[in-house]
């Protein structure tokens, strides 16, 4: 069986209290409603971490994400943040190459294994983030565009590195725009990267992935994404900043 998870990328909202009061009012809905083995994650702005781990230390279920990590060790690099310093204050999982950073501060794919690369060290467990832009998906070259995203940041990695990656399939015309992938355009290109994985690393590790689909995923169309065999949960942003609707993506399974 392979791991079904729902994380929620806050992206750059919520203050503080309003960071606290969002994950009180989760941990509680989570507590009360949820059965069954899903991992859900939550993922605030950097400076939220330390006490969110506070609220949610207990919790069954809940883990803590960064939206991003540094892809050096440490030193003289103003402004950023380590993945060493991420896993010290209770950080599990880390957003890598979400299309926002990608499109906005020009990461490359190999700047991006680099990050992989020092996540892992840190026993940090990457969320590696991918998908196409509109042009790429009219031009009908999207899966050999996604397949070079997966090669170039991830395949350096040995099987058993592997086997610690979540891949995040996010579709750029998808993202924020309320316009959500179908459920058939969605398992089409969690199969095929299914496949590529498999490739190079054997049906085996491929089998065991967990592929999650982000994209204006909301509670009505959830369950129907969550229904395809190679969809094993969401990365959601807008409707992570509501408890309720992000309790009811969780419970969509
Ligand atoms: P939306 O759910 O707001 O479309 O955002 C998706 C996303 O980018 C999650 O990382």
């Known amino acids: 069986m392979r791991q079904k998870i729902v994380a929620g990328n806050w992206k750059m909202n919520k203050t503080l209290n309003e960071g606290l009061k969002l994950t009180t009012e989760i941990v509680n809905m989570v507590a009360d409603e949820v059965r069954g083995d899903v991992k859900v994650i939550l993922a605030p702005p950097y400076i939220h971490l330390t006490q969110l781990n506070g609220q949610i230390?207990?919790?069954?279920?809940?883990?803590?994400g960064a939206q991003n990590c540094s892809q050096h060790k440490s030193g003289a690099f103003t402004g950023e943040i380590s993945a060493e310093m991420l896993a010290s204050v209770g950080v599990s999982y880390v957003l890598v190459g979400h299309s926002e950073r990608r499109e906005y501060f020009n990461e490359s794919n190999l700047q991006l294994a680099s990050k992989i690369d020092i996540a892992l060290e840190n026993n940090l467990l990457p969320i590696f983030c991918c998908g196409e832009s509109l042009d790429i998906r009219e031009s009908g070259k999207y899966e050999a565009f996604i397949c070079n995203?997966?090669?170039?940041?991830?395949f350096h990695l040995n099987e058993e590195q592997f086997s610690k990656i979540v891949i995040a399939y996010e579709p750029i015309w998808a993202i924020g725009t309320g316009k959500t992938a179908t459920s058939e355009q969605a398992q089409e290109?969690?199969?095929?990267?299914?496949?590529?994985?498999?490739?190079?690393?054997?049906?085996?590790?491929a089998e065991s992935l967990?592929?999650?689909?982000?994209?204006?995923?909301?509670?009505?169309?959830?369950?129907e994404l969550f229904s395809c065999p190679d969809v094993d949960g969401g990365l959601i942003g807008g409707a992570a900043l509501k408890s309720r609707d992000f309790t009811d993506i969780v419970k969509s399974f």
């Open 57 to 64: 230390k207990n919790a069954d279920r809940i883990f803590l």
């Open 149 to 154: 995203q997966i090669k170039e940041s991830l």
């Open 189 to 205: 290109v969690h199969a095929a990267i299914r496949k590529f994985i498999a490739g190079q690393y054997g049906g085996e590790i």
């Open 210 to 223: 967990s592929i999650l689909y982000g994209g204006s995923c909301k509670p009505d169309n959830a369950k």
